[in-house]
């Protein structure tokens, strides 16, 4: 049985959408970059979109089979309907997390057909299905089978959402196309659909200085009000918990602006030296303050997005459990 209770997740929405900016500044390097942990660079061509070619005959099955058995819950209406409520807000990289609650404490008896969490993010406008997530804790060595056969596919986990000894583990199946491939903790894509900017070719991720301005352009595109009010307090992404944040923003500037639409016009034309050109300039109006919260929000979810194993490995401070924070 799962050790997971409403109680619990009403905890995790508030730890989640209430850090505050002071916190984030604190994942920012000292050496002015972020630490954050990068998901692998898949193959482009077989990887970075939907139906994932490269991945194994049974993954490609059992993802496409999961998506049409989840058709009739693509809106957040039907999900709340069938048992499913957003508790996390509009995270940055992977929208609003749906849980079900009854799911969610079934423990590690994981079903690959019957997912615990859905993943909505507003993309043109609409508040979309974008992907589905697995979780369960355990200790954090856990034994427990993937649902996926692909080497791409690993749990990542939260010590803070669980008791001493236990982490929550996760695991992201993505519908739509991701930035890092299938099972990406982070999916850099999702700020850009959400501000309504092509994505980059996703062959760029293959050069690292390239993939760093994707993913420093994708969190900079992050409305303000996504994660934080200025004075740390949670800021929702709608009055419903659902996608959608850029409604609650202020417009930007005719300068930025058109730095955003030329952004969008390189990508469209698939042209990667304009695009360069393009984020190197919006980055270089970014404010001091808007860098470090990018830097820092980066530096937050990446490690968020790692297994214990690798911030042991990183020399990463794994963070407080569940039951040290309700100390």
């Given amino acids: 049985m799962s050790h997971f209770s409403p109680l619990i997740y009403a905890a995790i929405a508030i730890t989640v959408t209430s850090i505050s900016n002071t916190a984030l500044a604190q994942a ?14 898949v193959d482009c061509t077989n990887l970075a979109t939907p139906p994932w070619n490269g991945l194994p005959d ?36 992977m929208g609003v997390h749906y849980v079900n609650l009854t799911r969610a404490q079934r423990g590690k008896d994981l079903d690959v057909d019957v997912p615990d969490q859905l993943l909505f993010a507003s993309i043109d406008g ?15 060595d ?22 001493d000894g236990e982490t929550l583990h996760m695991l992201h199946v993505w519908f739509v196309p991701s930035s890092n491939g299938p099972f990406a903790g982070l999916n850099f894509w999702l700020p850009y659909q ?61 300068d930025r602006t058109e730095m955003l639409s030329a952004l969008d016009s390189a990508a469209r034309a698939d042209d990667r030296e304009a695009w360069i050109l393009a984020a190197d300039n919006f980055i270089a109006d970014l404010s001091e303050a808007e860098l470090t919260r990018v ?3 980066l530096g937050v979810l990446g ?10 490995a990183a020399g990463i401070e794994q963070p407080g459990s569940m039951s040290r924070h309700n100390q």
């Fill in 28 to 41: 920012h390097g000292a050496d002015g970059h972020s630490h954050a942990h990068s998901d692998v660079t």
């Fill in 295 to 297: 830097q820092s929000l």
């Fill in 194 to 254: 959400t501000a309504g900017i092509e994505i980059p070719n996703p062959c760029w991720m293959a050069k690292e200085d390239d993939a760093e301005r994707i993913r420093n352009v994708s969190f900079a595109l992050v409305p303000l009000q996504t994660w934080a009010e200025p004075d740390g307090t949670a800021g929702a992404s709608s009055t419903d918990g659902a996608a959608g944040a850029s409604n609650y923003s202020q417009a930007p500037s005719v």
């Fill in 126 to 140: 609409q508040d979309q299905l974008v992907g589905a997530a697995y979780s369960f804790t355990d200790v954090p």
């Fill in 58 to 93: 049974t993954d490609r099955r059992q993802m496409a089979s999961l998506q049409q058995d989840l058709a009739d819950l693509s809106t957040p209406e039907a999900a709340k309907a069938a048992g499913f409520f957003p508790v996390f807000g509009d995270i940055p990289g």
């Fill in 142 to 163: 856990t034994d427990v089978p993937l649902p996926f056969a692909s080497d791409l596919a690993s749990w990542h986990d939260h010590p803070q959402f669980a008791r």
């Fill in 303 to 312: 490690t968020n997005q790692m297994s214990s194993a690798e911030r042991d």
